[in-house]
């Protein structure tokens, strides 16, 4: 079974509004709700792929309920917490501007609820883990999840940032996907070339990932394995919403891991399902993916 572990979902109220003033009373010209955050977007991608998942993490209060109900799916395993879970803002205007809230404060109590969900893996299951930490969590809170998915001998997959990202590189991931900012933050340097891409990807693996894909919005992303480099330049289209292009991006590549494909065939599903969502108004259909997949290539960078 597959497991995303969404710490601090989200209701992603997408607004849109031509000319955003500052200072002044805009006014919308459209608006939408979607149930939101970074794991739950993977097991939406998943489920419209027919794929099974388990959704775990905090949900609670008008909100949390709005997103259960919402998604109402025998996916959803969330342990609930007394405060309401967030609304993040997505104002869709000449550029995208994004507000995330920080989310309700985790009890110890309402942690340890959570934790004993991790008893029922078996070494045949893979664990997603994306998107911030909730208040109140411990720092090392990913690092901790990690050993517990390991002592029961599955496997992990993380998409987060910074020091998360760093201390759960070297534990072994299956698969990180930061985008260029996120890895020019983790390495503290500027990614803007493709050699600049490609040495920061080469790094991730050297770090301990056995797959990395550094993703570029609409320039496109990189795949890198210890043998294997592709670079696959983006496909041209109207961009609707790129809200969870990222997530739909791992579902696309672990969907396909589960099914025996092979990296580069892994990696085009990846692409191709980043870009369905990116040109879609909510996470993307099978449909559009296996259209998209079909326009996917890729130039393997170990022979140019
Ligand atoms: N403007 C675009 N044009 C074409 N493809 C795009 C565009 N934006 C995103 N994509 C596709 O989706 C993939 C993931 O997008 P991106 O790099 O923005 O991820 P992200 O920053 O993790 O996104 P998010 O956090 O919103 O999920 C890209 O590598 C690309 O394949
Ligand atoms: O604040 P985080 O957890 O980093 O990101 C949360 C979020 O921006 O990520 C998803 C898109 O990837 C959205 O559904 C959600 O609002």
């Known amino acids: 079974m597959i497991y995303t572990v969404t710490l601090n979902p ?63 799916s025998d996916a959803l395993d969330f342990t609930p917490v007394s405060e309401a879970s967030r609304i993040n ?27 004993a969900k991790f008893s029922v893996l078996t070494a045949v299951d893979t664990v997603i883990f994306s998107g911030s930490m909730a208040r109140g969590l411990p720092t090392d809170i990913y690092q901790n999840l990690v050993t517990l998915v390991q002592k029961s001998g599955a496997q992990f997959i993380i998409d987060t940032t910074g020091d998360a990202l760093k201390a759960t590189l070297a534990q072994g991931p299956v ?9 020019a933050e983790l390495y503290q340097q500027p990614i803007e070339s493709l050699s600049d891409v490609q040495k920061a990807g080469e790094r991730l693996i050297q770090d301990g990932a056995q ?22 330049p983006a496909l041209v289209g109207k961009v609707v919403n790129s809200v969870g292009a990222g997530d739909s991006m791992i579902a696309g590549f672990v969907g396909a891991l ?10 085009k599903y990846a692409v191709a399902s980043g870009t369905a969502t990116a040109f879609s108004a909510d996470i993307a259909e099978k449909q559009l993916i296996d259209e998209l ?4 290539t890729l130039q393997n960078m170990k022979e140019s």
């Open 10 to 72: 989200s209701i992603d109220y997408i607004v849109q509004v031509d000319d955003l003033e500052f200072g002044a009373t805009n006014r919308a010209q459209g608006t939408h709700f979607f149930p939101g955050g970074k794991g739950i977007n993977v097991s939406r991608l998943l489920a419209n792929q027919g794929i099974p998942s388990k959704m775990w993490g905090f949900l609670g209060g008008f909100t949390g309920n709005y997103i259960s109900e919402t998604l109402a």
């Open 89 to 115: 803002i997505k104002i869709k205007g000449n550029q995208e501007t994004e507000i995330n809230a920080g989310g309700p404060t985790i009890s110890e109590d309402e942690l340890k609820a959570f934790k």
């Open 175 to 183: 698969l990180v996907k930061p985008n260029r900012a996120e890895v």
């Open 211 to 232: 797959h990395a894909i550094i993703s570029m919005a609409g320039d496109g992303a990189m795949f890198f394995s210890n043998d294997e480099m592709y670079y696959a």
């Open 258 to 267: 589960s099914q025996g494909m092979s990296n580069s065939e892994c990696f």
């Open 293 to 296: 997949f079909n326009q996917v």
